[in-house]
């Protein structure tokens, strides 16, 4: 099985500061991860799939890159409504797989 | 508006059964495959299983297969998943999400409900 390991595991910021979170595959995975955001008793929010494509709605401050075992996904400016938590998510074959998660908070 | 309610969840002792409903709104549900994750309190995303639009192929996470059984009914627009031999690892938030694309199954998940809550203890 591939698995998703995300860096860092929480992430102190300020409003304004670019953010760069990291989600590692434990083998090659082409360009098949998205990236989603949840914020506390809420379901989950798809932000990009594969690795770079935005989803409608989202912010142009999201951004996502990457390919094969490295991707990232990047907040350009942090504003107040990002302070959450963030998965990256790996996906082929009718199976999907999350990383444990990194959580943003307020510096 | 894309609406998923779920309901279903509750307290079950280990080793009982439940099954989660998802009641879809606001699109054409039997054109996309729909999808169940959870979460444990205070952990993060598990994707539990999968099954396509016409409801034939169903997909599961290799710890759940034969645990779970995942379906659907097109006619009413809903989504179930059917849960047996529970244990209390089997606790979380149980979240029905929807697929992005009319062509995949288990790949990006574009609106997701609020989820039901399943507690397996005695």
């Known amino acids: 099985d591939i698995q998703m390991t995300q860096s860092p595991s929480t992430l102190s910021a300020s409003v304004g500061d670019r953010v760069t979170i990291t989600c590692r595959a434990s083998?090659?995975?082409?360009?098949?991860l998205a990236w989603y955001q949840q914020k506390p008793g809420k379901p989950p929010k798809l932000l990009i799939y594969e690795t770079s494509s935005l989803e409608s709605g989202v912010p142009s401050r999201f951004s996502g890159s990457g390919s094969g075992t490295e991707f990232t996904l990047t907040i350009g400016s942090l504003q107040p409504d990002d302070f959450a938590t963030y998965y990256c998510?790996?996906?082929?074959?009718?199976?999907?797989?999350f990383g444990q998660g990194t959580k943003v908070e307020i510096k | 508006e894309v609406q998923l309610l779920e309901s279903g969840g509750g307290l079950v002792q280990p080793g009982g059964s439940l099954r989660l409903s998802c009641a879809a709104s606001g699109f054409s549900f039997s054109a996309y495959a729909m999808n169940w994750v959870r979460q444990a309190p205070g952990k993060g995303l598990e994707w539990v299983s999968g099954i396509s639009k016409s409801g034939v192929n169903t997909y599961y996470a290799e710890a759940l297969k034969g645990q779970f059984t995942i379906s659907r009914d097109n006619s009413k627009n809903t989504l179930y998943l059917q849960m047996n031999n529970l244990r209390a690892e089997d606790t979380a938030i149980y979240y029905c999400?929807?697929?992005?694309?009319?062509?995949?199954?288990?790949?990006?998940?574009?609106?997701w409900g609020q989820g039901t809550l399943v507690t397996v203890s005695s």
């Open positions: 999400a929807k697929e992005r694309f009319m062509t995949t199954v288990a790949d990006n998940f574009d609106y």
């Open positions: 083998q090659n995975i082409k360009f098949w």
């Open positions: 998510q790996h996906y082929v074959g009718y199976s999907a797989t």
